[in-house]
């Protein structure tokens, strides 16, 4: 079964404190993995995507095959970082999105 | 561009009763995806048009259709509305392969039933 786990529901950390938020996914064949995030009262946004491979907002994600994994990690966590995270897997193509839970990140000052 | 763009943004209905809800997606992508988030189930895929034919479907009762136009602006349906089906509806419209296949949501419209 495809399925996304995202096994945090709630993490809070304090500003300049190391961040790392998990995903796990099961899925039979080689998925496109996305997190998301969704400001207080803004539309979900793409944040990552694991083909790109870049950094956004100081946030990094690297693709674990072996274990099935897609953990967002961010060195030093900042107060405007506070917002839900989603984890995604798609196929390479169409528009069908299998989201995790969500995990609610708050970083107190 | 413009982003994706659902009306409305907020509606009240009473059960048993039906609602659309509309999507315009950004200018140029074909797909068109929809998705139900509540606090309870999270975000859950509804349904995916691509030029007008419905490519993927979740796991909702029939209560729930939808459809694409030829502009590819789309509609979805709840019929005999349940209590349940209060919840932030999202529209998505990706540009498929040749833009990245990234996924860009619209701010939602929100039903709550009554």
């Known amino acids: 079964a495809q399925r996304v786990t995202q096994p945090e529901k709630l993490l809070s950390v304090f500003k300049g404190a190391p961040v790392e938020l998990k995903c796990n996914y099961s899925?039979?064949?080689?998925?496109?993995l996305f997190w998301y995030v969704q400001y207080s009262r803004q539309r979900l946004q793409l944040l990552l995507r694991?083909?790109s491979r870049e950094s956004i907002k100081g946030f990094t994600a690297d693709l674990n095959k072996g274990e099935t994994s897609f953990h967002l990690k961010k060195p030093f966590a900042q107060e405007e970082d506070s917002a839900m995270y989603y984890c995604a897997l798609t196929r390479f193509e169409g528009g069908k999105l299998i989201f995790g839970q969500g995990t609610e990140l708050s970083v107190k000052p | 561009k413009a982003g994706v763009t659902q009306t409305p943004r907020y509606l009240i209905k009473t059960r048993g009763q039906q609602v659309t809800l509309s999507c315009s997606p950004i200018?140029?992508?074909?797909?068109v995806s929809w998705y139900q988030q509540t606090p309870g189930q999270g975000l859950q895929f509804l349904f995916e048009y691509f030029s007008e034919t419905q490519r993927n479907k979740g796991n909702f009762p029939g209560r729930f259709s939808g459809r694409q136009f030829s502009n590819s602006r789309s509609e979805m349906n709840v019929s005999t509305l349940e209590l349940g089906d209060s919840a932030l509806y999202l529209c998505?419209?990706?540009?498929?392969?040749?833009?990245?296949?990234?996924?860009?949501f619209g701010e939602g419209s929100w039903l709550t039933v009554v």
């Open positions: 200018s140029g992508h074909r797909s």
């Open positions: 694991h083909i």
């Open positions: 899925y039979s064949g080689s998925p496109e």
């Open positions: 998505a419209s990706s540009g498929g392969l040749s833009s990245g296949n990234t996924i860009y």
